[in-house]
């Protein structure tokens, strides 16, 4: 440089106010080089001469509005411009394009902050959920996660589509800055905040699909449970429907027929398909013919997993019929081996373990203390005509029964003594609650046979 540079610094001052790395800056520099560099082309034509002793370069910004430095008329002097006139056609047109420039720049910040905006509002947490902010900018208004589709596959398709489309726009407005400016002009800091806030953005979609899916599946867990029952259901009554077509088919109805077990055997029994719940009362009620002698055996008998006398009916020998409860006995008043039809009814809580005996309706006897307490337990195995000595098995020859039995019924409670009589003398027809006595609910084996049986008042004329 001139003598100025000794006197300043050896440097070319920037335009006070102006940041020497903006574009105005940067616009000032350049004109102030290139007049420095006219002024010095008229003071020296060789170019590579010293100024004169005293001389100095004067440095002049030029404004952006370009009011200060005029531009003259270019004349043409053997159809090329001069060199002062080319730089100034130069300068005009650096100024021309960093006005271009700064207009692009600040249409991408505008669009920088249009994003930035956004992406706030759905972190912003002052009182209202990231998640529900998202879902109004995701739905243009439409708060669309609060009514969500029946199918939430298209919710997840919809957040990856919007998830998608906002990163295509944050790479296509990075390569438009990338060819508009200097990668100056966008900070380190703005670029490392928008990945991040996307970032962020991505692991709450991740997070809410993550969530869609699981209440997908629970969905789909409780209709299938649902379908479940709802299919159960309608097979047991479909298996009743069977049941009583069966019956009919069978007998003029499904409860007119009897077992019978003509030999004293341990292989000749009835099976009852029913099991019982968990009882705390009950009322046994059944028609019996019986002439057997000694004793006419055991009716019929419930074993359970650790007891097999858990509910017996039971004469054996010359002893008198007995109840066994929990393998714990109380004697009958009952005299049913003449050959006659007899109806038998046996009541019993675990209230004190009080018990009834009825006979042909009558009451005949009543006790307590049998097995006080105690419930009956469930899913045990009811036989008819054979005592068990094991869950459903190991029967005894002389403790089977001998004869016929019919409308063998179980209550879960104790009837009335009314009830009772009513069922006796065939005024009323009240199947068991628990196990009703149905065709196609009793099995027989090793020769037992079923028969239409006598009507109600048939043997009532057989008492």
């Known amino acids: ?29 350049v004109a102030g080089l290139l007049l420095a560099v006219a002024a010095g082309g008229r003071g020296s034509p060789a170019g590579d001469q010293e100024s004169p002793p005293g001389s100095r370069f004067v440095c002049t910004s030029v404004p952006l509005d370009g009011a200060g430095c005029p531009l003259p008329p270019v004349p043409m002097q053997g159809g090329a411009l001069l060199p002062e006139e080319e730089l100034k056609a130069t300068v005009l047109q650096l100024r021309e394009t960093v006005l271009q420039q700064k207009e692009t720049i600040g249409s991408q910040r505008e669009a920088i902050r249009e994003l930035t905006g956004k992406l706030s509002r759905c972190e912003s947490a002052d009182g209202k959920s990231a998640a529900g902010t998202w879902k109004k900018e995701l739905g243009k208004g439409k708060d669309t996660m609060g009514d969500l589709p029946r199918d ?8 990856s589509r919007t998830m998608q489309t906002l990163k295509d726009r944050l790479e296509s407005l ?7 400016v200097s990668y100056a002009a966008l900070p380190n800091d703005l670029r490392e905040m928008l990945q991040r806030r996307l970032g962020d953005l991505e692991r709450q979609l991740l997070s809410k699909v993550a969530e869609l899916e699981d209440e997908k599946s629970l969905l789909h867990n409780e209709t299938s449970a649902h379908r479940q029952k709802t299919e159960t259901a309608l097979n047991a009554l479909l298996e009743r429907v069977s049941e009583l077509e069966k019956g009919n088919s069978a007998f003029k109805s499904p409860d007119e027929f009897k077992v019978s077990l003509p030999l004293r055997t ?3 029994y ?10 705390y009362a009950f009322t046994v009620c059944l028609w019996l013919r019986s002439s057997a002698s000694p004793g006419i055996g055991t009716p019929f008998s419930y074993a359970v997993p650790g007891q097999a006398n858990e509910i017996v009916l039971i004469e054996w020998g010359n002893n008198p019929i007995e109840l066994l409860i929990n393998d714990k006995v109380a004697q009958l008043p009952l005299f049913i081996s003449d050959g006659k039809w007899h109806h038998i009814c046996i009541t019993w809580t675990t209230r004190d373990g009080m018990w009834e005996a009825f006979q042909d309706g009558e009451k005949l006897g009543t006790g307590e203390n049998l097995a006080p307490w105690h419930p009956i337990k469930p899913g ?11 869950v459903g098995g190991r029967f005894d020859a002389t403790q089977a029964f001998v004869g016929e039995l019919s409308q063998f019924n179980i209550w879960d409670r104790v009837l009335k003594a009314e009830d009772i009589m009513n069922i006796a003398n065939c005024s009323t027809n009240m199947p068991g609650n628990i196990i009703p006595w149905v065709d196609n609910n009793v099995d027989v084996f090793g020769g037992a046979t079923k028969w239409p049986v006598e009507t109600c008042e048939e043997r009532l004329l057989d008492l």
């Open 174 to 180: 990075e390569h438009q800055l990338r060819a508009n």
């Open 1 to 29: 440089a001139g003598p100025a540079s000794s006197q300043r610094g050896g440097r070319l001052g920037p335009h006070p106010g102006v940041s020497p790395r903006s574009p105005a800056g940067m616009l000032s520099v």
């Open 266 to 268: 341990n292989y000749l």
């Open 270 to 279: 009835g099976k009852i398909k029913k099991t019982l719940p968990e009882l």
């Open 152 to 159: 939430p596959a298209q919710v997840i398709d919809q957040l």
């Open 380 to 390: 045990g195995v009811l036989i008819l005509g054979q005592e068990q000595d094991t």
